[in-house]
């Protein structure tokens, strides 16, 4: 087969890392049980489902270290076979509620099969371990997955300390190849922020590729001949792949994308604030009036009037929008074609969560894509980055800007006047940090023992995810919180450190709550000479 051109599905699965062992439950982990009922195990029986029938297909997907180490934590595992036991039990309420209703008693035997099958998946299947599957379908070749910064810190906010990059690097990768078995060859840098001189960093590590959005690529220095279809060679060596615009926003776009269709499952219905009995509340925190994933409508329209939902039309309609987007890559890669001179690369990369999570039927329209192109067409070939440098390694060496993939292509997202404030205390953090590591640079005991867990500290709250819900003003107390928190534990510890009396019970408490990184190693935020 000698396609036209090839098109490379990018998956960025991010959750920042949420653990409240001192809580029976925590209300902001169902961010993560959400995300595997939704997201992670759906798109997991596609791929598989995909795999057992021969299909051709290739998926690149970060997988970033606060989710790794989340996937593998006991308690969280078994918090989250909890969390399925409740929606089962909730659904056999809802059974007995809604009987003979025509409308609402096949969405309610819809969802009771669905959560059937998820438990079956987690429990008996994956033995609770999600992560084993990922592995798998790498190890098989039909996943590339890549990794990220160690808590997905924003580096050109954070590159003030080069340490800072560092230590968010080397931590990466150290989790990447613990728990998948193998270094990552490509990364998708935090909220596709990048600074010239992070690619030396990163082929330091290994790392072959990365992701910009379009103005990253187009905005290079000398202009790339090919625009944002074929990646370009950066000066420190890995190569930089381009976001397609084109064939991105025809499916995340709320208002021209396949999401907003009529007969899809609307998001903001649910069960939680709809349905007012004991069945429903024994889900909810503190009676706090919550999403329970049991959504019982269609998007129908913009008004406040929605239909039931129906999972078969919603179905077909995945279908038919596979058959258009691949028809519509069709037309762009012929036309491309005619004019370059070697086979273009559309890259189409998304937060993974729109698969499953904000569009249900995303995982669908996957397993139908893929199924398309293998059998109804031979002018596009489903690849990974890896497999294209293989191929055609022969870049054009550019310099992309400084940029992000974030509102205005810059940093403001991640500062501005509601967060702007966290980084003279993120900033003297690592510069007092590094400042530790030069002065006991082979600390053992109680010493290395606080001085690893400030750097855990550190690291998480580095996490742009904090700056990010401070500005989008979602769960702004929680993210305050959390940043406040992270800083007040490192000063405390680093205190320990530097004077020598040690709180033990306090270090076991915090290593117990922050309990990611089992083998960091504080001296990843030793000083570095700037080049």
């Known amino acids: 087969m000698n396609p036209k051109g090839y098109f490379a599905l990018v998956l960025h699965a991010h959750l920042p890392f949420v653990r409240h062992p001192e809580y029976d439950r925590f209300l902001e982990e169902d961010w993560f049980f959400e995300a595997l009922t939704e997201t992670y195990l759906p798109l997991l029986e596609v791929f598989e489902g995909l795999e057992r029938d021969g299909i051709h297909f290739r998926v690149t997907m970060s997988l970033t270290p606060p989710l790794l180490s989340m996937m593998t934590d006991p308690l969280l595992q078994q918090r989250y076979e909890r969390y399925l036991k409740e929606r089962l039990l909730a659904l056999e309420g809802e059974r007995k509620r809604t009987e003979g209703d025509p409308y609402f008693q096949p969405v309610v035997e819809f969802y009771t099969h669905f959560f059937e099958r998820l438990r079956h998946q987690f429990v008996d299947r994956y033995q609770r371990d999600v992560t084993q599957a990922f592995r798998r379908l790498m190890e098989a070749g039909h996943l590339e997955i890549i990794t990220c910064g160690a808590t997905h810190g924003y580096l050109p906010l954070l590159a003030q300390q080069e340490e800072s990059l560092y230590a968010q690097l080397s931590m990466a990768v150290r989790t990447h190849q613990r728990i998948l078995g193998r270094r990552p060859t490509g990364i998708w840098l935090p909220e596709c922020g990048y600074i010239p001189g992070v690619d030396r960093l990163l082929a330091e590590f290994g790392i072959d590729f990365f992701f910009l959005d379009s103005h990253g690529v187009l905005n290079a220095d000398p202009r790339p001949k090919y625009g944002v279809h074929r990646p370009v060679r ?298």
């Open 234 to 531: 950066t000066p420190g060596g890995p190569a930089a792949f381009a976001r397609d615009y084109e064939s991105s926003k025809q499916v995340w776009s709320a208002e021209e994308g396949y999401p907003g269709d009529s007969v899809y499952r609307e998001f903001y219905r649910d069960a939680g604030f709809d349905v007012h009995a004991p069945h429903i509340d024994a889900m909810l925190h503190a009676g706090l009036r919550t999403f329970t994933g049991l959504k019982y409508h269609r998007i129908t329209g913009k008004g406040d009037w929605k239909e039931p939902y129906h999972p078969g039309w919603a179905r077909e309609r995945a279908a038919e929008h596979a058959g258009h987007f691949l028809f519509n890559r069709q037309r762009q890669v012929e036309w491309l074609a005619s004019f370059l001179d070697r086979p273009p690369i559309i890259v189409a990369p998304y937060d993974a969560e729109l698969f499953g999570h904000w569009w249900f039927e995303g995982p669908q329209w996957i397993d139908f894509l893929f199924r398309k192109m293998a059998c109804d067409q031979e002018d596009i070939r489903a690849i990974t980055p890896r497999e294209y440098l293989d191929w055609h390694g022969d870049l054009q060496t550019s310099q992309p800007p400084e940029c992000s993939w974030g509102a205005g292509g810059f940093h403001e997202v991640w500062l501005n006047g509601s967060n702007d404030w966290i980084y003279p205390y993120l900033h003297s953090a690592a510069e007092r940090l590094s400042g530790l590591v030069q002065r006991f640079p082979d600390a053992d005991g109680d010493r290395a023992w606080a001085l690893d867990q400030a750097a855990r500290e550190l690291l998480l709250a580095q996490s742009s995810d904090w700056a990010f819900i401070m500005k989008t003003a979602t769960s702004v107390d929680y993210a305050v919180r959390r940043t406040k928190t992270h800083l007040h534990r490192f000063n405390r510890l680093a205190d320990m450190a530097e004077y020598g009396h040690y709180d033990h019970d306090y270090l076991r408490a915090v290593s117990d709550r922050d309990s990611l990184f089992p083998d960091i190693d504080y001296q990843i935020f030793q000083r570095r000479p700037m080049a």
